[in-house]
T-cell receptor
Framework: DAKTTQPPSMDCAEGRAANLPCNHS???????VYWYRQIHSQGPQYIIH???NNETNEMASLIITEDRKSSTLILPHATLRDTAVYYC????????????FGGGTRLMVKP | DGGITQSPKYLFRKEGQNVTLSCEQN?????MYWYRQDPGQGLRLIYY???????QKGDIAEGYSVSREKKESFPLTVTSAQKNPTAFYLC?????????????FGPGTRLTVL
């Protein structure tokens, strides 16, 4: 699996967009980008995933660069409840179900 | 409600004792997983099971054991051979298969060995 690099922490003002970057420069052609988040002392929660096109759902948007070497998770209107650790994971679609979680980005949404 | 339950939420044990953590799911998922999380760290895979009566070691299986006698249940035993058992333990489940499927996580059990 391609390795991912995320900033260890970020701050965001409540109501503003939170843009969380992830570098995955060694990603291969069949590998997807997944995002999970973990609120303190809870289990991780799936957010979104994508291959090369931008994706949007009710929680977030995922923007993947054209060369696929990096991506950005966007929370359009961050709330205090979005304070969590966000994990970017790269995984092959046919590589089984195992996930490898790195350190993630600790997002702090401030009033 | 469909979901994954783990019990208890907090567990204390004396050093040298085996302890079993419970994980139950009613999502009709074939695959189940156990992860360990240490403070400030990501999750590490301990064991996983794609089907009843079958399971495989993950990255850090030493000192742990599992069983999968029922589809709904995947208990994890932390044995006395595990050198640093104090951690947050998370169970997850998903649809099985070689293609990736979203994993659903339980609330976790925080184990403290005194």
């Amino acid at each position: 699996d391609a390795k991912t690099t995320q900033p260890p922490s970020m701050d965001c003002a409540e109501g503003r967009a939170a843009n969380l970057p992830c570098n995955h420069s060694t990603i291969s052609g069949n590998e997807y980008v997944y995002w999970y988040r973990q609120i303190h002392s809870q289990g991780p929660q799936y957010i979104i995933h994508g291959l090369k096109n931008n994706e949007t759902n009710e929680m977030a948007s995922l923007i993947i660069t054209e060369d696929r070497k990096s991506s950005t998770l966007i929370l359009p209107h961050a709330t205090l409840r979005d304070t969590a650790v966000y994990y970017c994971i790269v995984r092959g679609r046919n590589a089984g179900n195992m996930l490898t979680f790195g350190g993630g980005t600790r997002l702090m949404v401030k009033p | 409600d469909g979901g994954i339950t783990q019990s208890p939420k907090y567990l204390f044990r004396k050093e040298g004792q085996n302890v079993t953590l419970s994980c139950e799911q009613n999502l009709n998922h074939d695959a189940m997983y156990w992860y360990r999380q240490d403070p400030g760290q990501g999750l590490r895979l301990i064991y996983y099971s794609q089907i009843v009566n079958d399971f495989q070691k993950g990255d850090i299986a030493e000192g742990y054991s599992v069983s999968r006698e029922k589809k709904e249940s995947f208990p994890l035993t932390v044995t006395s051979a595990q050198k640093n058992p104090t951690a947050f333990y998370l169970c997850a489940s998903s649809i099985a298969g070689y293609s990736y499927n979203e994993q659903f996580f339980g609330p976790g059990t925080r184990l403290t060995v005194l």
